[in-house]
């Protein structure tokens, strides 16, 4: 069974950073890339960064300059680096694995960023 964690939410101020992570275990296989995304209260969820398995990264245009990721997908496991916070960042964020069986993702993890 596929099981895809993600930690490191949490409450900060505007301006400040947090460090998410995401692990995966379980029978995946070949991972070919790895994705966060975010839901805001009454919002589609969105893409928020994706890396490939090497080591290319995309970002949506409103967390440029912002946020970093970086992983291992060998490891399976990826990381956003989120700095400069907005209030406008406040969300549940997930991670979501790309394999060749399919894509997996995890519970997601709250934000919450005070103005």
């Known amino acids: 069974q596929v099981q895809v964690v993600e930690s490191g939410g949490g409450l900060v101020q505007a301006g400040g950073s947090l460090r998410l992570s995401c692990a995966a275990s379980g029978r995946l296989f070949s991972v070919n890339g790895m994705d966060w995304y975010r839901q805001a209260p009454g919002k589609q969820r969105e893409l928020v960064a994706s890396i490939t398995r090497h080591g290319t990264t995309n970002y949506a245009d409103f967390v440029k300059d912002r946020f970093t990721i970086s992983g291992d997908s060998a490891k399976r496991m990826v990381f956003l680096q989120m700095n400069s916070l907005h209030f406008e960042d406040t969300a549940v964020y997930y991670c979501?694995?790309?394999?060749?069986?399919?894509?997996?993702w995890g519970q997601g993890t709250q934000v919450t960023v005070s103005s």
């Open positions: 979501k694995m790309r394999t060749l069986i399919g894509t997996f």
